[in-house]
């Protein structure tokens, strides 16, 4: 692993090879990060500072250093950060934006809210068809309501390095179904495809009903809900926003924008259940990549499935290195046919 590293105004460029510890992941539809142990040296301490940009060029992944710590007693410096794209969170999206096309409105979205920000630009756009009719994104951190906007759509961004232009292009895209075909991917626990795998099982933040306060220009109220669980199933969060009728916003208008509220509320609040692999790493980026759909067998646990590659995980210790890669959202089967609803 090479680690490439660029001070804030680019008037060199480090490199850190030898690190002790290096652990980063990125995702296709959220922020990763990055943490780097490194002795403490003259050359650690210029290369490793707050704002810098980190390159990885095995990965291609781009991170930006948020933290650093200088650990005297342990002869260390621990620089944290995160994905390049979270730098867009610098900025607030001021005011709702309706969603039709997803890749073009996104784009638009932030175009509109850089207010100078330097050092990222968006990608040009491809014509990814994606729609979400009637959705919205609503004011918040600019990163994170254009990832609530893709993320239903099931589309992915990326920061990815320009090197020439010492800029992060924001990038949207879709992954691809390698779930047939001669190229077919296929994780088998029993052929050893599917080494150490670990399978998280998570309903700690669930929610399926998500309640949100509306007010109307009548001075009326109205609780809208969204969500149709019963019983002991039933998992209810009210929403912390309030919905509050437009000027010349019809009634039905400000209801359906208060009840796509609530669904990306209930977005951020998944039943999360992942599946982990341990993977060779030069295979990444050739057989399959972040976003690409594959399939995943294991008779032993009795399921199969198809899922995206919603993430990868890189970790350097005294160990020494191993990838894995995170399968997210799949579509469960037992062998024996029975849907498993997640």
């Known amino acids: 692993m090479s680690l490439e590293i660029y001070p804030k105004d680019f008037h060199t460029r480090y490199e850190i090879s030898h690190a002790v510890s290096v652990m980063l992941s990125g995702y296709y539809d959220r922020v990763g990060k990055l943490v780097i142990y490194v002795p403490i040296t003259d050359y650690n301490i210029q290369a490793l500072n707050n704002e810098c940009t980190v390159y990885d060029t095995e990965t291609k992944f781009v991170y930006i250093i948020q933290n650093v710590k200088t650990d005297t007693e342990n002869n260390q410096i621990i620089a944290y950060g995160y994905t390049a794209e979270q730098k867009l969170d610098r900025r607030a999206l001021l005011k709702k934006v309706p969603v039709n096309n997803v890749e073009a409105d996104v784009y638009r979205a932030i175009n509109n809210n850089l207010r100078g920000l330097t050092g990222i ?74 080494r150490s795998l670990i399978i998280n099982d998570d309903v700690s933040d669930w929610k399926n009903v998500a309640y949100i306060t509306t007010e109307f220009k009548d001075d009326h109220t109205e609780i809208i809900s969204v969500g149709s669980a019963t019983g002991d199933d039933r998992r209810e969060i009210w929403s912390t ?79 020494g290195p191993r990838t894995e890669i995170i399968l997210g959202t799949p579509t469960l089967k037992s062998i024996g046919g029975l849907i498993l609803n997640d």
């Open 121 to 194: 630009r968006t990608a040009p756009i491809k014509g990814l068809p994606e729609t979400a009719e009637g959705a919205i994104m609503a004011e918040g951190q600019l990163q994170r309501q254009t990832s609530s906007a893709l993320h239903e759509a099931g589309l992915g961004r990326r920061a990815v390095w320009d090197d020439e232009k010492n800029e992060i292009v924001y990038e949207i895209y879709q992954g691809v179904d390698r779930t047939e075909g001669i190229h077919a991917v296929v994780f088998s626990d029993e052929q050893g495809t599917a």
């Open 241 to 319: 926003r309030r919905i509050i009728q437009g000027y010349d916003e019809s009634a039905d208008a400000v209801r359906q924008r208060a009840k796509s509220e609530a669904a990306l509320e209930l977005a951020r609040n998944i039943h999360r259940l992942n599946f982990s692999v341990v993977i060779e790493p030069e295979e990444l980026g050739d057989k399959y990549n972040i976003g690409d759909v594959v399939a995943c067998v294991s008779i032993r646990f009795g399921v199969s499935f198809t899922a995206r590659v919603s993430g990868v995980k890189y970790i350097m210790d005294k160990t």
